[in-house]
């Protein structure tokens, strides 16, 4: 049995009124660390850290190339502490060794490319229509900002936020997910050792109601960057906009993966299995809404049916295992209300429906991987996001209708499809409402290219260089070069 501190002020705390939880690893339902249980005072503590470390010290007089080279090293130690991060994440958060290792050797990443951006931030110079005024325009920091994170993948999502909030010259304080706080606290070890100043990285754990409210409406907080549900993000938008705070939201998804009939139809069984089953469907990006073009659809159903049916479920720190349990117990009781929700509804389960019926797998939360055939787009498991390993099936005739029940979902996050006409994935990629469209491939991912969610999947795009102007502010500073300051009462 772990137990860990929060990180705040560049101090390692307790809980004001010192209460802990515990985290437990959903292979086995065992309790293995205890986590401080942050409240509101904690939380403010945190932010008025990071404001004064903002506002006074060191941080703020650093050159943008001393910002640069702290970030650079922090992805050094993280590349260092790979191995120990992801067991870390495997143990809290149930996903397979393999995806967490492959994660954490690709998280430096970010702190590479963002550490090599922060002395490359310009401003212009204008040549405005007025004369004997120079105009100039800055672009600074924000403050403090917030990253509050979801428990699939801790310290990626904390990666994309944090890299850049730090690249512009901003203060953090992260709230990671009540399930997977470990990770962020172990993570927050690498940001001491780094050398970055107290109070510029701050860790607050605790649960969502009481320190997520307080890091988001708090005056100190100029901008709130959140991955996780619409109804949570759609709270922190609610708040947010109170106060006129800034945000980022990256939320739910359902996500459409299409197969045309004139698709490799080998490499398309392998992109929609691992689409929804790989992370066992925990992802927003997950492929859960399968179109199949009729032509092809029993022959490409019998496949993937046979392919799923092969997954070893397991231990996920054993680089054999193929599909891992999912993270919580509310999660697990979802995803079976969902598949419940689905044989209510008329589609048929070919595949799986339930808990497996295995005795070592009864001790942790797994569900066996489940598709649903004739599946009616209209129906709340082709709506809903069920965040689980279950997949639709919906059968469709022409390109036109392939992209209408794409697009009809309140979500747009992602979508993927397979085919090997030019002409088809020029028109296709264009018509679908999505941030991120995978041609004959998908789940990629890169630090250097834009994501986030059309609709009700977001506000923003986290990623690419542009998204470090997502935690500055543009300021435009005007200099008079006249020698009189002359007509006292006109507008100049
Ligand atoms: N887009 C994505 O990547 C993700 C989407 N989801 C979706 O969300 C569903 C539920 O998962 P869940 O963990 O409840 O997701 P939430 O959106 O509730 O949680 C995500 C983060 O927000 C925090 N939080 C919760 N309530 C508040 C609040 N009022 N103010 C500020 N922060 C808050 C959580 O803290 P705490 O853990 O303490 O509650 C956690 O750190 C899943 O089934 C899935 O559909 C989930 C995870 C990731
Ligand atoms: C297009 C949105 C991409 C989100 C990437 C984050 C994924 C995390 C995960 O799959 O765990």
Same mark, same amino acid.
């Given at each position: 049995?772990?137990?860990?501190?929060?990180?705040?002020?560049?101090?390692?705390?307790?809980?004001?009124?010192?209460?802990?939880?515990?985290?437990?690893?959903?292979?086995?339902?065992?309790?293995?660390?205890?986590?401080?249980?942050?409240?509101?005072?904690?939380?403010?503590?945190?932010?008025?850290?990071?404001?004064? @470390?903002?506002?006074?010290?060191?941080?703020?007089? +650093?050159?943008?190339? @001393?910002?640069?080279?702290?970030?650079?090293?922090?992805?050094?130690?993280?590349?260092?502490?790979?191995?120990?991060?992801?067991?870390?994440?495997?143990?809290?958060?149930?996903?397979?060794?393999?995806?967490?290792?492959?994660?954490?050797?690709?998280?430096?990443?970010?702190?590479?490319?963002?550490?090599?951006?922060?002395?490359?931030?310009?401003? @212009?110079?204008?040549?405005?229509?007025?004369?004997? %005024?120079?105009?100039?325009?800055?672009?600074?920091?924000?403050?403090?900002?917030?990253?509050?994170?979801?428990?699939?993948?801790?310290?990626?999502? +904390?990666?994309?936020?944090?890299?850049?909030?730090?690249?512009?010259?901003?203060?953090?304080? @992260?709230?990671?997910?009540?399930?997977?706080?470990?990770?962020?606290?172990?993570?927050?070890?690498?940001?001491?050792?780094?050398?970055?100043?107290?109070?510029?990285?701050?860790?607050?754990?605790?649960?969502?109601? #009481?320190?997520?409210?307080?890091?988001?409406?708090?005056?100190?907080?100029?901008?709130?960057?959140?991955?996780?549900? !619409?109804?949570?993000?759609?709270?922190?938008?609610?708040?947010?906009?109170?106060?006129?705070?800034?945000?980022?939201?990256?939320?739910?998804?359902?996500?459409?993966?299409?197969?045309?009939?004139?698709?490799?139809?080998?490499?398309?069984?392998?992109?929609?299995?691992?689409?929804? *089953?790989?992370?066992?469907?925990?992802?927003?990006?997950?492929?859960?809404?399968?179109?199949?073009?009729?032509?092809?659809?029993?022959?490409?159903?019998?496949?993937?049916?046979?392919?799923?049916?092969?997954?070893?479920?397991?231990?996920?720190?054993?680089?054999?295992?193929?599909?891992?349990?999912?993270?919580?117990?509310?999660?697990?009781?979802?995803?079976?209300?969902? $598949?419940?929700?689905?044989?209510? !509804?008329?589609?048929?389960?070919?595949?799986?429906?339930?808990?497996?019926?295995?005795?070592?797998?009864?001790?942790?939360?797994?569900?066996?991987?489940?598709?649903?055939?004739?599946?009616?787009? #209209?129906?709340?498991?082709?709506?809903?996001?069920?965040?689980?390993?279950?997949?639709?099936?919906?059968?469709?005739?022409?390109? !036109?209708?392939?992209?209408?029940?794409?697009?009809?979902?309140?979500?747009?996050?992602?979508?993927?499809?397979?085919?090997?006409?030019?002409?088809?994935?020029?028109?296709?990629?264009?018509?679908?409402?999505?941030?991120?469209?995978?041609?004959?491939?998908?789940?990629?991912?890169?630090?250097?290219?834009?994501?986030?969610?059309?609709?009700?999947?977001?506000?923003?795009?986290?990623?690419?260089?542009?998204?470090?102007?997502?935690?500055?502010? %543009?300021?435009?500073?005007? $200099?008079?070069?006249?020698? #009189?300051?002359?007509?006292? *009462?006109?507008?100049?």
């Amino acid at each position: 049995m772990q137990t860990y501190k929060m990180f705040i002020d560049g101090k390692w705390e307790d809980a004001a009124n010192g209460d802990t939880f515990e985290t437990k690893n959903p292979f086995n339902g065992q309790t293995w660390a205890a986590i401080p249980k942050g409240g509101r005072e904690d939380a403010e503590r945190a932010v008025e850290a990071a404001h004064r @470390a903002f506002t006074s010290g060191p941080w703020p007089k +650093l050159t943008a190339s @001393a910002r640069g080279h702290l970030l650079r090293r922090l992805g050094d130690l993280i590349a260092e502490n790979a191995e120990h991060l992801a067991t870390i994440e495997v143990t809290d958060n149930g996903k397979l060794i393999n995806e967490m290792l492959f994660q954490l050797k690709y998280i430096p990443q970010w702190y590479y490319y963002f550490g090599g951006l922060a002395d490359k931030i310009e401003g @212009a110079v204008i040549p405005i229509d007025k004369a004997d %005024t120079l105009n100039f325009t800055r672009n600074e920091p924000l403050g403090v900002c917030v990253g509050i994170t979801p428990w699939n993948s801790p310290l990626l999502l +904390l990666a994309y936020k944090l890299a850049p909030a730090l690249a512009a010259g901003n203060t953090f304080v @992260a709230k990671p997910s009540e399930f997977t706080s470990a990770s962020t606290l172990e993570f927050a070890k690498l940001v001491e050792q780094a050398g970055f100043p107290a109070g510029v990285f701050n860790v607050v754990t605790g649960f969502g109601a #009481d320190v997520g409210e307080t890091l988001t409406t708090h005056r100190y907080v100029a901008k709130i960057a959140f991955t996780g549900s !619409e109804g949570t993000g759609r709270k922190i938008g609610e708040l947010a906009a109170r106060n006129f705070k800034k945000v980022t939201l990256e939320l739910g998804g359902k996500s459409p993966h299409i197969v045309f009939d004139d698709a490799e139809i080998d490499n398309a069984v392998n992109g929609v299995i691992s689409g929804i *089953f790989a992370a066992t469907g925990q992802t927003c990006i997950a492929g859960s809404r399968l179109l199949v073009q009729r032509k092809i659809h029993d022959q490409f159903l019998e496949k993937i049916v046979n392919l799923a049916k092969t997954a070893r479920m397991g231990d996920p720190l054993l680089t054999s295992t193929q599909v891992g349990p999912v993270t919580t117990p509310p999660q697990l009781e979802k995803i079976l209300g969902y $598949i419940n929700i689905a044989k209510g !509804e008329g589609a048929e389960c070919v595949l799986g429906g339930g808990r497996p019926d295995n005795a070592e797998l009864s001790r942790g939360w797994f569900v066996e991987p489940t598709i649903f055939s004739g599946v009616r787009n #209209d129906m709340r498991i082709a709506q809903e996001e069920v965040f689980g390993p279950v997949l639709a099936v919906i059968p469709f005739d022409s390109d !036109e209708e392939a992209v209408h029940i794409a697009n009809d979902t309140n979500y747009g996050l992602a979508a993927g499809f397979w085919t090997q006409d030019m002409r088809r994935i020029l028109k296709v990629s264009a018509a679908i409402q999505a941030g991120t469209i995978w041609v004959n491939t998908y789940r990629v991912i890169s630090y250097m290219s834009p994501l986030g969610g059309y609709k009700h999947s977001g506000i923003g795009r986290e990623n690419g260089i542009a998204s470090i102007q997502n935690y500055m502010q %543009t300021k435009s500073v005007m $200099i008079s070069t006249a020698e #009189d300051v002359a007509n006292p *009462f006109i507008m100049r």
